[in-house]
């Protein structure tokens, strides 16, 4: 029997994946396995992994149904745990043993598994089992992975319908960055609650969303978030430029020119409340 591995998280879902499984089966291969590991990101503080394995695991279930309305025997799950780890295990613990893993990935630009050159250690992990590296640019398939960036306006209103309005106009799923605003302290139980809120609001609404209490300095939070994940876009949100030290600090014009990424702004004009 010829057994497929498939490593991939956020491209999981993709068209040129899903093409390339398709082929695949064409060809003779008649099992396909597909792992999402979901691991933390190199920066923050309190990350909310129930939403990010959430998120993997509806890509995946996508994944896998168009794989089975092809015709194709598959299964997945989604692992926490490093890229690497995951093709380790699996080549240890699943029968019949893959004889070639497929890592799907974004393109060079947005990719952190490539940054971080997961691939070379998934080759060493697969102990001589052929390893094919797959380009999936969700980009041209019209997905989109938006960076919000707030501490005490994520639950104002206006960040949560600018939020809902980009959600209408096309696919996207969010990362949310709340940075904590006093970094000597270990826990930050407000940020915390104002961004579980916003998660909860954004979710129950049908919005893929996930986030992090992160960095204190919000162009470090945005960039480590940036330099982690693909991004395509940014969303700051800020109370008035008068009162906020952000604004003082050209946040915005910051970002948008060491990232070139599109940045929007979304001003929340009165307190929010606790």
């Excluded at 509806?58 to 598959?74: C, N, P, Q, Y």
């Excluded at 946040?251 to 020119?257: A, E, F, G, R, Y």
Aim: charged fraction near 25%; hydrophobic fraction near 40%.
């Amino acid at each position: 029997m010829s057994h497929v591995l498939v490593i991939a998280n956020e491209t999981v879902a993709g068209k040129g994946l899903i093409e390339a499984l398709k082929q695949r089966a064409a060809g003779g291969a008649d099992l396909v396995t597909v792992i999402a590991p979901v691991s933390k990101p190199q920066g923050g503080y309190v990350v909310y992994e129930d939403t990010r394995r959430a998120s993997a695991g509806r890509r995946l279930d996508r994944t896998l149904t168009a794989l089975h309305e092809a015709g194709i025997k598959a299964h997945g799950l989604v692992v926490d745990a490093d890229p690497e780890d995951a093709v380790r295990d699996a080549m240890a613990m699943l029968d019949p043993k893959p004889d070639a893993v497929i890592v799907s990935t974004h393109p060079q630009e947005r990719s952190g598994w490539l940054r971080r050159k997961v691939i070379d250690r998934v080759r060493d992990a697969a102990g001589g089992v052929p390893v094919e590296h797959i380009v999936v640019d969700l980009s041209e398939e019209g997905e989109a992975n938006v960076l919000v960036l707030a501490n005490e306006t994520v639950v104002g209103d206006p960040l949560l319908a600018k939020i809902k309005e980009r959600a209408a106009r096309s696919p996207a799923s969010f990362l949310i960055i709340c940075p904590q605003s006093d970094p000597n302290q270990g826990s930050h139980p407000e940020a915390e609650r104002r961004l579980r809120r916003a998660l909860t609001v954004l979710r129950g609404d049908g919005i893929e969303a996930h986030g992090q209490v992160a960095h204190p300095d919000p162009y470090t939070a945005a960039t480590q978030a940036v330099h982690d994940e693909r991004i395509d876009e940014i969303i700051v949100s800020t109370f008035a430029p008068e009162r906020s030290p952000w604004m003082k600090k050209d946040l915005v014009q910051k970002l948008h020119k060491d990232t070139g990424l599109p940045v929007e702004h979304v001003v929340v004009a009165e307190e929010v409340p606790a």
